[in-house]
């Protein structure tokens, strides 16, 4: 793959008799697993948490610390890929298993709907994060903080990203905040993100 911009989006799948230049790809192997059924995944699209194995890969943490190997010598990464690109042999980022949303039993990942955030010429950042709620189980909240002197409401926005996404992906509660926590590098720190008490 020559091009940059595909090159950054797509992780390539190793193993599968799956020809790559790269050497150590001849000894790594990959897979996509359901977190809730256990079962590899093996249509593209499908989000899975992303599983590798290979000699490059530490055997665990000292002092019986709970392992992320599995017992057939995967490390469990914590992030979630689906199987997409060309000839469906690379894999693209979804995001971290940890900050999935189920809402109604619906899986939102809070990414692809920050994505459409994004797209709001009004929003400068935004973060999405699971709020609990009684009858959802989790709803989808979203943190946003639109540009200096923006006339956008927060009722604009979501009209905006409803239209964009499925039904049940939209974000139901919104808050305005002037700034969102960063870290030292000014990465958004969702999990200092929550609603309004």
Excluded: C
Excluded at 33 to 52: F, H, M, T
């Amino acid at each position: 793959m020559t091009d940059p911009t595909q090159r950054a989006r797509f992780f390539p799948r190793y193993g599968d008799g799956r020809q790559w230049t790269f050497p150590a790809a001849r000894h790594t192997r990959i897979k996509l697993v359901d977190p809730e059924s256990g079962a590899e995944i093996v249509e593209p699209g499908v989000p899975g948490e992303l599983y590798l194995k290979g000699p490059s890969l530490f055997a665990g943490y000292l002092d019986n610390v709970a392992s992320p190997i599995t017992p057939d010598g995967y490390l469990k990464t914590g992030d979630m890929f689906v199987i997409d690109g060309p000839n469906a042999e690379y894999l693209r980022y979804v995001d971290r298993a940890k900050d999935l949303i189920i809402r109604g039993g619906m899986n939102v990942y809070p990414r692809e709907v920050e994505e459409v955030l994004y797209t709001h010429p009004d929003v400068l950042e935004a973060a999405v994060v699971g709020v609990q709620d009684e009858t959802m189980g989790e709803e989808i909240g979203a943190a946003v903080a639109l540009r200096p002197g923006s006339s956008t409401t927060l009722d604009d926005v979501q009209a905006y990203v409803k239209e964009r996404i499925a039904a049940y992906k939209y974000p139901r509660q919104l808050w305005r905040l002037d700034e969102l926590p960063k870290g030292p590098t000014g990465k958004i720190l969702r999990r200092e993100v929550h609603p309004p008490a």
